[in-house]
């Protein structure tokens, strides 16, 4: 059974930054095969995708908004995927989720996902 643990989320200044992570287990032959996305979720909206990565195609996608301020990564040795966000701006307070499932493309909507960890709280406030 495939689990998810994020961490890093918590209270920052606009113009600070925050390293997300999401520690993967159950999964003896690591994520190789996987796409890993990283949801926000902020009051009163829907959540919707911030940035994916797929292991298989080598290749990442981030939300407009996200562009140029966050970067998505992977440590297959630790089954660990990170979300490096800077410059955050008041948007990006919301609950932060990282999904993942087998796939050999991207993955841009929740659906798609069959597994996800509990979410860490980011709130960017001044």
């Avoid at 606009?14 to 520690?23: H, I, K, Q, V």
């Avoid at 195609?57 to 407009?64: A, G, P, R």
């Avoid at 609950?95 to 087998?102: D, G, H």
Wanted: net charge negative; charged share 15%; hydrophobic share 35%.
């Amino acid at each position: 059974q495939v689990q998810l643990v994020e961490s890093g989320g918590g209270l920052v200044r606009p113009g600070g930054s925050l390293r997300l992570s999401c520690a993967a287990s159950g999964v003896p032959l690591g994520l190789d095969l996987y796409t890993i996305g990283w949801f926000r979720q902020a009051p009163g909206k829907q959540r919707e995708i911030v940035s994916c990565l797929s292991n298989v195609e080598h290749s990442t996608y981030y939300v407009e908004s996200a562009k140029g301020r966050f970067s998505i990564s992977i440590d297959n040795d630790k089954n660990t995927i990170y979300l490096d966000m800077n410059n955050l701006k008041l948007e990006d307070t919301g609950i932060y989720t990282c999904a993942a499932v087998i796939s050999h493309t991207m993955a841009l909507f929740p659906e798609y996902y069959n597994h996800w960890g509990p979410g860490t709280q980011v709130t960017v406030s001044s």
